[in-house]
């Protein structure tokens, strides 16, 4: 337990709302799914961010997390990685099913650069995702909502919570296989002025979930988002970025 605390002084963590798991110094101490810890390795990444080595093991735990950031601190994988370690515990999909893992972004260029990260690691065994968003025609991804990616249906659903409001209010996907549900850059969701749509979504998601909010800010407005959307034993990581 000292160690841990020296760590997150040296490292700039705080951990607040409950007591958090050790951190994890290395890749492989994070006990990822082998193919995973393959993919990681593969990388040129020498170490986990601090941000990640607090947050793994939060998240690999089952708890709800709060994740709070400077932008390039890497978050994505902070999210992404523990979301495809979930999704391979997880009974097959069925037809019907919509996805297991929602990941709900900004704009697209974000929700194109988590998919990016969710292609790398995960994608080549084989766990499929793919990104909705506004300001393209809808024909392409209705069609990957329904029929799946290739010959799988679609694990993660990376998405702009507008185009995927509507696709949902069509009846062309659900919600109702989603026990993971990540919210990133709440802060500039909310000034794009999503918030009757996130909260629209949550009302529709099993309660029986897991869900990780990452923001670079905490204004008061994402805090009571937050309030809202996860549970109340949710742990907060909070990174400064080094002075
Ligand atoms: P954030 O979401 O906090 O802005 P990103 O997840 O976009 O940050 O990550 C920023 C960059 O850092 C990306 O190019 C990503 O691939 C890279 N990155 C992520 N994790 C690591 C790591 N452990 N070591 C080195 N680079 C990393
Ligand atoms: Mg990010």
């Known amino acids: 337990a000292d160690e841990a605390a020296a760590w997150r002084r040296k490292h700039r963590v705080q951990v607040s709302g409950g007591t958090a798991p050790k951190p994890v110094r290395t890749f492989l101490e994070a006990a990822f799914p082998e193919f ?7 990388t040129n990444f020498r170490a986990p961010t601090p941000i990640q080595s607090q ?22 994988l902070c999210f992404a990685l523990p979301a495809i370690t979930h999704i391979v515990a997880q009974p097959r999909l069925q037809p019907g099913d919509g996805a297991i ?20 690691f995960g994608g080549p065994s084989g766990v499929t995702n793919t990104a909705i968003y506004g300001g393209v025609p809808k024909g392409p991804q209705q069609r990957d909502l329904q029929q799946g990616v290739g010959r799988d249906r679609v694990e993660i659903v990376i998405a702009t919570p507008g185009r995927l409001l509507d696709f949902m209010e069509a009846g062309v996907t659900n919600l109702r296989r989603v026990s993971f549900l990540v919210l990133d850059e709440a802060d500039r969701m909310l ?5 009757p749509q996130l909260r629209r979504m949550a009302a529709q998601l099993l309660p029986q979930r897991q869900t990780l909010l990452f923001s670079a800010t905490w204004p008061r407005e994402v805090a009571s988002l937050a309030r809202t959307i996860l549970r109340a034993d949710a742990l907060t990581v909070q990174a400064d970025a080094a002075p």
């Open 101 to 120: 893992a929602l990941m709900l972004a900004p704009t697209r260029e974000l929700a194109l650069q988590i998919k990016g990260e969710c292609d790398a």
């Open 55 to 76: 947050c793994w093991p939060v998240a690999l735990s089952g708890c709800d997390l709060i994740g709070l950031a400077a932008t390039g601190s890497g978050k994505t």
């Open 36 to 42: 995973l810890t393959a993919d990681i390795e593969a």
């Open 191 to 195: 000034d794009l002025g999503f918030e």
